[in-house]
């Protein structure tokens, strides 16, 4: 999916797929059919019917008791649990908005993600509060009560980002979720996703394969360090064949 051109990622399956990780029993059609039953229901094709359908109707919230709750970022839990944190939020807004005829697009501001009118581009959407409308001061506002006044606000940040990016801070979510409860084996399976994005990070690919080690699957890490090294080259790639050897030692 993340292999094909950008204007080519169907972001409900791709986000769909980063919840399949998790469980084998994920209803991908049957989430897929929600999607179409909640774009059907909509009165009317525009931003503000889809806005109050999604967030008055349905009862579509942001979840501030448990904001860090893996399943806020799963969108078929989303779907069930009318829950979630603000980039799967707008990821639903985005693609029930694409069955519509509702063009939007995903805005990555720092903290906070929104969802910006591609027809008014000044017209920008929280969905974790609400649906509530802003336009650029309060964007600006926003930002300011987040990381406080005397961090300063960049309209560039209200700038449109496209499916690999959302998919990568979905990712990113995960995975420091997954650091800080220890669950060794839901970060192996969030890694090893985030790891086939384009552009993925070394630093990556190297908690990748310090994870696979801490469950005992040393032959795979010692490969996730090697394809590293293979890119790398001095002292760091040294030492990234040397782990990878420590780690094939750990097999004998």
């Known amino acids: 999916m993340v292999g094909r051109p950008e204007a080519e990622i169907a972001l409900d399956e791709a986000m769909l797929l980063v919840a399949a990780q998790s469980r084998v029993d ?8 929600t999607l179409d039953e909640l774009a059907a229901a909509c009165p009317g094709p525009t931003l503000d019917h889809l806005v109050r359908h999604l967030f008055v109707d349905r009862g579509y919230a942001g979840n501030r008791d448990d904001y860090y709750d893996p399943r806020n970022s799963y969108l078929d839990e989303v779907l069930v649990r009318r829950l979630g944190i603000p980039i799967s939020l707008a990821v639903l807004t985005m693609v029930v908005g694409r069955r519509l005829g509702v063009a939007t697009d995903g805005v990555a501001m720092p903290g906070h993600f929104l969802v910006r009118d591609r027809v008014d581009r000044g017209v920008f959407v929280d969905p974790f509060s609400a649906g509530a409308m802003l336009d650029v001061a309060g964007c600006a506002a926003l930002f300011r ?32 979720i997954h650091r800080t409860s220890g669950d060794r084996g ?34 795979t890490a010692a490969e996730q360090l090697e394809a590293v090294a293979a890119g790398g080259s001095g002292d760091r790639s040294a030492a990234d064949l040397a782990a990878a050897t420590r780690f094939r030692a750990r097999l004998n």
């Open 26 to 33: 994920i209803d991908l059609p049957g989430a897929l059919a």
């Open 145 to 176: 009560r987040l990381h406080g006044p005397d961090v300063a606000f960049d309209e560039r940040f209200l700038e449109p980002v496209g499916p690999r990016v959302i998919l990568q801070r979905v990712l990113a979510n995960l995975t420091a």
């Open 186 to 219: 839901a970060l192996v399976g969030v890694l090893r996703l985030a790891v086939t994005l384009p552009g993925a990070a070394d630093e990556q690919r190297r908690e990748l394969a310090a994870a696979l080690a801490a469950t005992g699957q040393f032959a």
